[in-house]
């Protein structure tokens, strides 16, 4: 019997589709990373690794941009998809995927020039969503060339790479997603989302599920960030007395931030910068880890900006931290419109005032992904050349001002936006963060309250009108799931669910 030629169309139109639609042949094979030096078990489940490669619109420049990819251990094809971006600006978003909320606890090698141990992390984000860890801007981590940017820049790009990520995972275009970062990412995530949104006005394919971003421990406004919350903060935590707090009051006429370059008021700031100098900013409660003989990595000569020429006179050293892999963030607040100094430029700056180096450990994320094994098995391209945790030459210009605007604008769109605080940092005090989000005068729908993890109190919240929550995580500093990591698998969860934190 003769089947109608169209019947026959209709049967190889099905079939392809059901080809190219099904989730397990959608994602890239040539990406999938079978194993992992230094691990020795099965993934809970699948990770991939690679490229998206482009044409900036302002920079021509091809950028080929990295990315490691996680998918949920729990339901990946109905589980939110999460980008996370680290900040600097300029450091790679390994930073979160070794130290702090990626699917691997790295344990010290027993003998040197052996890997890390890699363990399975029971607090990993991936227990909840997808997650992808992206290097950007181009030419941080494992993404390249390094070329001149700013803010503006860096969210076109991501942007691109989002579009073009969601057309080699099609099977995740459905899923909600959400940006998140820390950090200098205050300003990355704002920025991203903001384009993002446009796009989606726009019409831009393929649509994106964008439902919200979070953001630890973020710059937002310098107004906010700076001296003004600072100076609350050490008050608050008893570092500086009541005595040098009327003090600064009075010579700075209350505002610190623009008041910072008359004379009595740097002398006041000046003893204050005395008594912190040798805390560790991005937790004060830890101790801080120094090189024996830290080498400077910079290309370029960045002037300080002018709150830490007075910081540190002298470059004695500090106790190692027992805790091996543990490190704060390398990051200086506030940061001013213009070109902004790397995490290598200032450390540089730093010791050739006599400095001491502020406190971090990279040493075993640039061990490991260093290793031609390891670089193998993620498809890094030795076009990259050698990971580092910040890029030293990159050419950054803060050129998006104030977040305070995308704030207002995103949340009033119906965007969800958890911005949350480790209560211990004093790089980006968690006082400023609290006073930025209560600016924009919405509505207090959960008054300031406790939220709880395993029956104790692990930080309090207070939530806006138009889905805003500004949430503390007590005894945390910069990088809070590297210090608290089952609270932060708890309200990261709770919240990516709608559920009350």
């Known amino acids: 019997m003769d089947v109608p030629k169209h019947y026959l169309f209709s049967i190889l ?14 994602a890239p094979k040539a990406s999938l990373i079978t194993h992992l030096p230094g691990f020795n078990g099965t993934f809970p489940s699948k990770h991939y690794s690679g490229y998206v490669r482009f044409k900036g619109q302002r920079h021509p420049t091809r950028r080929h941009l990295f990315y490691y990819f996680v998918e949920s251990e729990r339901n990946p094809s109905k589980d939110p998809v999460v980008l996370w971006l680290n900040g600097g600006p300029g450091c790679s978003s390994f930073d979160g995927f070794v130290y702090e909320h990626g699917p691997f606890n790295f344990e010290a090698p027993k003998k040197q020039g052996e890997h890390p141990i890699l363990h399975l992390n029971p607090h990993s984000w991936s227990k909840v969503s997808n997650i992808i860890y992206l290097d950007s801007p181009s030419g941080v981590g494992f993404s390249y060339p390094s070329i001149p940017t700013g803010d503006l820049q860096t969210a076109s790009d991501t942007h691109t790479f989002l579009r073009k990520w969601f057309k080699l995972y099609p099977e995740f275009q459905a899923n909600p997603f959400y940006i998140t970062g820390e950090s200098y990412a205050g300003i990355y995530v704002p920025t991203l989302v903001s384009r993002v949104a446009k796009g989606i006005r726009k019409g831009a394919k393929p649509k994106i599920n964008l439902k919200g971003y979070m953001i630890g421990n973020g710059l937002c406004d310098s107004e906010f960030d700076g001296l003004n919350s600072l100076i609350q903060f050490v008050h608050g935590m008893g570092i500086i007395s009541d005595k040098l707090l009327k003090e600064a009051e009075v010579a700075c006429d209350g505002n610190y931030e623009r008041n910072e370059d008359k004379t009595q008021c740097t002398t006041a700031l000046a003893k204050i910068a005395e008594l912190i100098m040798g805390l560790n900013m991005y937790d004060i409660l830890e101790p801080c880890y120094h090189k024996k003989n830290p080498e400077a990595t910079s290309t370029k000569n960045t002037s300080l900006p002018k709150s830490f020429q007075e910081l540190g ?16 963030w390398p990051y200086r607040a506030p940061v001013r419109d213009g070109i902004v100094p790397t995490w290598p430029q200032l450390t540089q700056s730093l010791q050739a005032r006599g400095v001491s180096v502020p406190c971090t450990n990279d040493e075993v994320a640039t061990a490991w992904l ?17 990971w580092n945790l910040c890029l030293a030459g990159l050419e950054y210009n803060h050129d998006a ?16 936006a958890l911005i949350y605080s480790g209560d211990h940092d004093m790089c980006v005090p968690f006082t400023g963060t609290e006073a930025w989000t209560a600016s924009l005068g919405y509505k207090v729908e959960d008054e300031w309250r406790p939220w709880m993890t395993n029956h104790q109190i692990a930080g309090y919240l207070q939530k806006y009108a138009h889905n805003l929550t500004f949430l503390t995580v007590k005894g945390a500093g910069h ?11 708890h309200f990261y969860s709770r919240w990516l669910e709608g559920e009350r934190i």
Do not use: W
């Open 13 to 26: 139109v099905v079939s392809l589709v059901v080809l190219f639609s099904d989730p397990l042949e959608a």
């Open 479 to 489: 990088t809070v799931p590297e210090y608290k990591p089952r609270e932060s698998l």
């Open 401 to 416: 001002g104030s977040m305070l605007s995308y704030h207002h604008n995103l949340t009033s769109k119906g965007y969800r």
């Open 370 to 386: 260093n290793d031609e094994a390891v670089r193998k098995a993620i498809h890094a391209s030795p076009k990259s050349g050698n």
């Open 313 to 328: 006179k002298t470059d004695k050293p500090l106790p190692v931290r027992k805790r091996m892999f543990g490190r704060a």
